[in-house]
């Protein structure tokens, strides 16, 4: 039988303006004040929660060890503030106005690289982009548009190429141009990062206290979330997470969001939900750093917009949000990019416990779009590599057995003459290459299709071609797109997926 209701009186109401509230990141500036305290309603329900939790297997507990026991889930429900939730930008504590153009400074001296000359590259200035074939679609059933009588769930994990720019944003597109109501499922704690935009993400304001753990950059196995990557705060005043929830039409769709989250003995947060008066939480925790995750369900009399929470007491670990929608789109499409991010990132994942922290969730198709940063070094070991992917997708299939699978290779990279002196131009070529070819037979082993972006560059040295191109397929570091880049790219896996 469901506790009964609890209720805490509190006093004052929220007062604090947040850091960098916007849909992309901004600088943090000045600290935000702690949030004052007012009403709302708890609602306990520990014997429920325990029964769902032997009866139903509720957060996969088969994966976790017979001696780590879920606590029972909390539930809040919170009463609509009368703005319903919404603030302007500026309301963000570090919100800082960009300056005018003519008070921005510029370098005075050229950069000591650049891009080798087209008239010296001879044919390799030449721009090729290579139609790649539509996969097939019994390989991958649970990536196709075919069969949608259930809702299709999918997830991508990668580096920079798909953590910001217009690749993600164009798949996107595309699928709902196919007549689909797109929409994310779990929403990861990457906000704030620099050079991430969460397309599913309306808006934010994180405070400067939040530190981030990376799986790829450990050199041990790690305990993460399904992002790979977790968020950290103690309790103070920077501690803030402000985000915009609503649609990209400004509507509000959700009818709750579940905190996705690991907390020390003791720890708190206080929490607004739609504008409403603020809550102290005592989270629910065992203190034991081996304790699986836990979540703390947000639900309001209204669609869910806004969602503010500050850490008063305690260390948090923040895994992500799981966004339940009041009518649930035909196509969930959750995005996990970390610039700089390797493979090594899945290697080093403890499957059990990213499982048990999807809380039910779960994928019918996952793309991982890795090897750049794997091949940022002309001494490429092919073994370690071969070593490392086996691992990575050894982990993968623990956890999405079932799951169609894509292996995006990467792109083609150039090399930069610095002071008129010029490398090896095929370096980072023949290195992408030889990924590309290894993901594509290791991938066969774990049911996972390969993808040959380099290929849709033309090959080894494609990436000179694609920056001369009218506009320019290549930035200028010749390792990243262009915007229009990005663009042709995303169209071109859409194409091969089928969605187009």
Known sequence: MMGAYLKAQLNKPLTPSCPNFHSQPLPYGREGKPHSKSTMTRIAAPALAMLALALFGFG??????????????????????PDAG?????????????????????????????????????????????EQPVLDPQEIPGLTLQSLAQPRRIAVWGDSH???GPF?????????????TVGTRYLPPTMGRANVRLAQLHAYCIGPGWDTELSYASTTPTISGPALANRVAQAGPDSYLWLDLRDASDRPTLREVRIVYHASAGSALELSVNGSATSDVALNTNGDGTTPSQTLTLRSDA???TLKLQVTQGRFTLYGFILDDTNPPALSFDVFGIPSATVRGW???????????LHGVSYDGVI????????????FDHDKYVALLTQALTNMRQIFPSASC???????????????SRGDLLGFSRTHQQIAATQREIGKRFGCVAWNWQDLMGGPGGSYGWFYAAPSLMGHDLTHLSPAGYKQTGQALAHSLGWK
């Open 406 to 420: 894509v292996l995006v290779g990467p792109p083609d990279r150039g090399v930069l003459e610095e002071h008129g």
């Open 303 to 305: 669609p869910i917009s």
């Open 60 to 81: 996969p507990a088969r994966a976790q060890p017979p001696a780590r026991i879920q606590p029972p889930e909390q539930v809040l429900n919170f009463v609509s503030g």
């Open 86 to 130: 919404q603030w302007d930008r500026t309301e963000c504590p570090s919100f800082r106005p960009k300056l005018p153009a003519d008070s921005r400074r510029y370098p005075s001296q050229p950069p000591s690289k650049r891009v080798p000359p087209a008239n010296e590259l001879g044919a390799l200035a030449q721009t090729v982009i290579r």
């Open 168 to 180: 993600i944003p164009t798949l996107l597109r595309t699928l709902r141009a196919n007549g689909l």
């Open 347 to 357: 290697a080093n994942a403890d499957p059990a416990y990213i499982q048990q922290a």
């Open 162 to 164: 798909i953590a910001a």
């Open 368 to 379: 991982l779009e890795y090897g750049t940063n794997e091949g940022n070094t002309l001494s």
